[in-house]
């Protein structure tokens, strides 16, 4: 059981430089907007699976090439698609050495073994208390499932936790949940918000 307050965190676009909206406007020709692109990661339904751990990277390219109409193998768009995690924004390690001990720390990631193979060569995994990982936990961001995962594993209420995400649904799918969460997009975003929060040793 946690008994302290809890810091939960997303990865990519908060941690962690993930940008799959510019490379995929850049390989539809602009075809998709770049909030389309955005939208394209959350409700792309073969990505489901392969971010659950119910299914391997082979479906998921084969579909993703189809659905976006690209003229490429699979396998090139595998190359590309694992490329677009780039490691760790600068700052974000020291950063995290800044936050208050007093205050446990997890990730709720939507997450494959393509792209967190790239963010485990990092180091950023010592940072942290828990690790719940899509791929690992089954259930993807906005499902209520994922946090309800944490609370259970956990065993924490939800009023414990501050959750930090660059998405504005799964913002607001944690706080109905009645989490604390606030929308930080990249690092200086986030040491911003955890500094105001008072997170942040001086």
Known sequence: MVQQEILLFDVGGVL???????????????????EEARRFWLEFTPLAPF???KASATGFLEAAVEALSLD??????G????????GLYPGTLEMLERIDPRFYRAILSNNNP??????????????????????????????PRAWQHVLKAL????????????????????RALGM????VKGREALEACLEKEGYLLS
């Open 51 to 53: 971010e659950t751990g």
């Open 79 to 86: 190359q590309h698609f694992a490329g677009w995690v780039s």
């Open 16 to 34: 962690a430089d993930w940008d799959g909206i510019t490379p995929l406007v850049n390989l539809t020709q602009g075809r998709l907007s770049r």
């Open 180 to 183: 604390h969460a606030h929308l």
């Open 155 to 174: 065993s924490c209420n939800a009023g414990q936790i501050t959750f930090l995400d660059d998405n504005p649904e799964c913002v607001d799918a944690a």
């Open 114 to 143: 393509l792209h967190w193979v790239v963010i485990q060569r990092t180091g950023l995994e010592a940072y942290f208390d828990a690790l719940f990982l899509s791929h690992e936990i089954g259930y993807r961001k906005p499902d």
């Open 72 to 77: 490429m193998t699979p396998e090139a768009f």
